[in-house]
């Protein structure tokens, strides 16, 4: 497994952009499939977007297609989300994930589905 930590949260006024990213400890942190996902208050936690191990197709969810991009530097261990045209609704604090097993083609978009989890950060869009 791999250890994370996001940073890149903040308070941005409706229509701004922020990028989060997430930066891995441990080797193998290429090898495995990442997720963003988010949590508003009083909501279940939810798939954002995901990037497979190999940097290809990427997944979002239907409410921040078009307006987040997920993106992957395998030299760099991070996994970057970068967030534009964001609306109130995007208020969530904001994990990222990596998948509970390596080189599994394509993207899971359940929580279960992935092994290991960073501490958060908070994003706060104000209307």
């Known amino acids: 497994q791999v250890q994370l930590v996001e940073s890149g949260g903040g308070l941005v006024q409706a229509g701004g952009s922020l990028r989060l990213s997430c930066a891995a400890s441990?080797?193998?942190?290429?090898?495995?499939?990442m997720g963003w996902f988010r949590q508003a208050p009083g909501k279940e936690r939810e798939f954002a977007a995901g990037i497979p191990w190999n940097g290809g197709t990427t997944y979002y969810a239907d409410s921040v297609k078009g307006r987040f991009g997920i993106s992957r530097d395998n030299a760099k261990n991070t996994v970057y989300l970068q967030m534009n045209s964001l609306k109130p609704e995007d208020t969530a604090i904001y994990y990222c994930?990596?998948?509970?097993?390596?080189?599994?083609?394509?993207?899971?978009?359940?929580?279960?589905?992935?092994?290991?989890w960073g501490q958060g950060t908070q994003v706060t869009v104000s209307s």
């Open positions: 994930a990596a998948d509970r097993l390596q080189l599994r083609s394509g993207v899971r978009k359940a929580a279960a589905e992935f092994g290991s």
């Open positions: 441990g080797r193998t942190f290429r090898n495995y499939a």
